[in-house]
């Protein structure tokens, strides 16, 4: 065994030399056994070639190419192997793929057009991450990591500029985690896909760039969460896809302003959906948050500029809620809980608006719909088979209604607010049994 391996260090130092001196060079290592080390450097040597084969256990790889048009490949089997390529340079080709348990795989690549991809299969406890751009900056890289096969694996990628493309596909794992991070430039597109997993993980983060893409789709997997955050640029779209994730599907659009935010958090839920759209406006911000339950349904749409919306549905099921804003500055807030069927919504049309409605409770049923100016409207409902309706057509109106009482089926508890003008005040508190109805209109 010492024999074979003293050849070997041989053949990789002869490698260094010889890819130092010219350019079309290529270095070749194949390293059978435990705990080999194989090192090639080439140095400003265009259109060279490296390829590292390791078979065995903790084994190491690492290769570092400074010039153009070069490629990098290592392949690995067996456990508790790393593998670290490094690329400076364009039009760069580097591919890290490993089966065995405890693999750990890098590639850093600088400058542009350059190529990275990571494969581990059947592994255990492993970790991918390539970063593109980060210490020479670059642009229109792409980027791939395929987990297929494994358990508790995570994947990490970094680009930083223009025109970049990354991607992520982990299949038939456990315990898996995929981030996908795009930072200062323009369109980039970022995807994550988890099909068949147990326990999955995925984020995508996008900011500081114009014309951004980024989706993520998980199919068929339990136990999952997908985040997509995309900040200060224009233009950008996102989309979270969720199909027989215990029934749960989620959607974030931006597209058509500055500074627009929306986030998608399900978790524990079953033949839910979750939509945000936000177009034409600047800094929006939209949450919808759903937890423990089935058939939770949101949906939140802004038009306009500096708008909230935050939609909360936990521990309940047959939820609906809906939140239209068409303005500027308005907030609006819909919070289900501990309930079942349940159906809120919200419309604003207007500036500086407010709404909250609140529900807990069997078969409840709230309607605020605000068109004006700084108009604000509260319900909150408890109990059973309550129906509340707010319309507030003016300026700088308050509304506040409270519904607690014990309705039944054919008799439910029903109240109604309209106001038409301004600076109007309306406060209706309804408890008790069945059958109340209360009417107020201003005029």
């Known amino acids: 065994m010492r024999a074979r391996k003293s050849l070997l260090s041989i053949a990789v130092l002869v490698a260094i030399s010889g890819s130092a001196l010219a350019d079309s060079s290529t270095a070749n290592v194949n390293q059978n056994g435990a705990k080999n080390n194989a090192v090639s450097v080439q140095e400003s040597a265009t259109k060279s070639s490296v390829y590292i084969g390791q078979n065995g256990e903790r084994n190491e790889a690492n290769a570092k190419q400074t010039a153009n048009d070069s490629t990098l490949s290592v392949a690995q089997k067996g456990n508790r192997n790393d593998a670290t390529s490094r690329q400076k340079g364009g039009f760069n080709d580097s591919s890290i793929n490993q089966i065995g348990n405890g693999q750990t795989a890098e590639i850093n ?3 542009q057009r350059n190529t990275a991809s990571i494969g581990q299969t059947y592994n255990t406890t492993t970790g991918a991450k390539i970063d593109q751009g980060y210490t020479y900056n670059g642009s229109y890289n792409k980027a791939s990591v395929v987990q297929q096969g494994n358990t508790n694996s995570g994947a990490n990628i970094t680009q930083w500029g223009s025109g970049d493309k990354a991607s992520t596909n982990q299949l038939n794992n456990v ?12 369109a980039n597109d970022g995807s994550i896909k988890q099909e068949y997993n147990n326990g999955s993980n995925a984020q995508v983060s996008q900011r500081d760039g114009n014309n951004n893409n980024g989706s993520i789709a998980q199919l068929t997997t339990n136990s999952s969460e997908a985040t997509i955050a995309q900040s200060w640029g224009n233009n950008n779209a996102a989309s979270v896809k969720q199909q027989f994730v215990t029934g749960t599907e989620g959607t974030v659009t931006q597209t058509r302003g500055n500074h627009n935010e929306g986030n998608v958090v399900q978790g524990g839920v079953a033949a839910s ?3 945000i759209s936000q177009s034409w406006g600047d800094h929006n911000v939209a949450n919808a948050s759903q937890t423990i339950g089935y058939d939770q349904n949101a949906s ?3 038009i306009g500029s500096f708008n909230t919306a935050t939609t909360t549905q936990a521990y309940a099921s047959d939820l609906q809620a809906n939140v239209s804003q068409d303005g500027r500055n308005n907030k609006a807030e819909v919070k289900q809980t501990n309930g079942y069927k349940l159906d ?3 419309t604003q049309k207007g500036n500086d608006n407010s709404a909250y409605a609140s529900q807990s409770g069997y078969k409840l049923e709230a309607d605020i719909t605000q068109k004006g100016d700084n108009n604000k409207a509260t319900s909150i409902q408890t109990a059973a088979y309550n129906e509340e309706t707010l319309l507030q057509q003016g300026n700088n109106n308050t509304a506040y209604v409270s519904q607690s009482g014990q309705g039944i089926y054919g008799q439910a508890n029903i109240v109604a607010v309209s106001q038409f003008s301004n600076n109007q005040v309306a406060n209706v508190v309804q408890t008790g049994g069945a059958g109340n109805t209360a009417t107020v209109t201003q005029r």
Do not use: I, M
């Open 109 to 111: 690549q600088g400058s």
């Open 175 to 186: 315990n898996v985690h995929a981030t996908v991070t795009q930072r200062d430039g323009n």
């Open 273 to 275: 959906s979750a939509t």
């Open 300 to 302: 939140v749409a802004q």
């Open 344 to 346: 809120a919504a919200v």
